[in-house]
């Protein structure tokens, strides 16, 4: 399919944006699409069919990733959830051009990446930077202490306290929690009901992500929003940022999406998500 002048006009104005720190990139599973045979199971229902498979669930539970989680954590205990979890996602994928490409961009200030897999993470690590960091959620079973919601990771793998992440120049926010360096994952319900509960007044949204979301506007790629959970984390994380923001979507969207898409103010772009990746890492600030 080819792209128009005008969706490329576009896509360039984006490109533009997000070189120059007032676009965040907000990421999601099928991103890795892209690949022809990735490693990881791309998205909520995969993963949750794979859980399914290495531990039998009831099938009500079958296409929900959360519920299916939630009945192993408590028919097998937490720690085989995380043992599986980690298992699942120890392939790092391959980066693809677009990670390579805001890896590369020496002012980019924030990248949000909802996935599990650690393709954003190796690309920084690729392009031999030290000036960034990660900052993922944590599950409850997991934290530190009761207080804390996020843990903060160099990029050499230590945690340090949440604080450091100011210093970082990029910052790489993994809210649903990330398979390297920790391990620590939110995917059970039990993982969600506190974070959900608190997130409508932001307190697991960690201070370094609310300043550095002010003024800018979202580019989603590779997202999709059928589930009420990632509405609801889209729509706290991008909460009080500034504008545009665009999607890049494809034409099956749910009433559920198109709704959340309008209600939220997002602009989309109905084109193949490859198209716009390579329009998006061929921009030469």
């Known amino acids: 399919m080819s792209v128009g002048h005008e969706t490329e006009t576009?896509?360039?104005?984006?490109?533009?944006?997000?070189?120059?720190?007032?676009?965040?990139?907000?990421?999601?599973?099928?991103?890795?699409?892209?690949d022809p045979a990735p490693p990881v199971p791309v998205g909520a229902r995969p993963l949750a069919h794979l859980l399914g498979s290495r531990v039998a669930v009831p099938?009500?539970?079958?296409?929900?990733?959360?519920?299916?989680?939630?009945?192993?954590?408590?028919?097998?205990?937490?720690v085989t959830l995380d043992r599986l979890m980690a298992e699942?996602?120890?392939?790092?994928?391959?980066?693809?051009?677009?990670?390579?490409?805001?890896?590369?961009?020496?002012?980019?200030?924030?990248?949000?990446?909802?996935w599990y897999d650690g393709a954003m993470r190796a690309a920084l690590l690729e392009r031999g930077r030290t000036d960034?960091?990660?900052?993922?959620?944590?599950?409850?079973?997991?934290?530190?202490?009761?207080?804390?919601?996020?843990?903060?990771?160099?990029?050499?793998?230590?945690?340090?306290?949440?604080?450091?992440?100011?210093?970082?120049?990029?910052?790489?926010?993994?809210?649903?929690?990330a398979a390297q360096p920790t391990g620590d994952v939110l995917v059970s319900d039990s993982d969600y009901v506190e974070v959900l509960t608190e997130i409508d007044i932001q307190t697991p949204i960690p201070e370094a992500v609310k300043r550095r979301r002010a003024g800018r506007g979202f580019v989603y790629l590779g997202c999709r929003f059928y589930d009420q959970i990632l509405r609801n984390f889209a729509r706290q994380i991008a909460k009080h940022?500034?504008?545009?923001?665009?999607?890049?979507?494809?034409?099956?969207?749910?009433?559920?999406?198109?709704?959340?898409?309008e209600v939220e103010g997002i602009r989309p772009l109905l084109l193949p998500l490859a198209d716009a990746v390579a329009r998006l890492a061929a921009f030469r600030p």
């Open 88 to 114: 699942i996602f120890a392939p790092v994928p391959t980066p693809t051009p677009l990670h390579h490409w805001l890896a590369g961009l020496p002012g980019l200030p924030l990248v949000v990446d909802t």
């Open 132 to 177: 960034w960091g990660l900052v993922q959620g944590a599950s409850k079973a997991r934290r530190l202490d009761g207080g804390v919601w996020t843990r903060a990771v160099t990029a050499d793998g230590t945690v340090v306290p949440d604080e450091a992440a100011e210093d970082w120049t990029t910052l790489l926010y993994k809210p649903h929690g």
């Open 241 to 261: 940022s500034g504008g545009p923001r665009y999607a890049v979507v494809p034409e099956d969207l749910t009433r559920n999406e198109i709704r959340f898409l």
């Open 10 to 34: 576009l896509l360039d104005e984006i490109g533009r944006g997000i070189a120059d720190g007032r676009l965040i990139p907000y990421l999601g599973p099928d991103l890795l699409t892209l």
């Open 59 to 78: 099938g009500r539970f079958r296409n929900n990733l959360w519920h299916a989680s939630q009945y192993i954590e408590n028919s097998r205990h937490r």
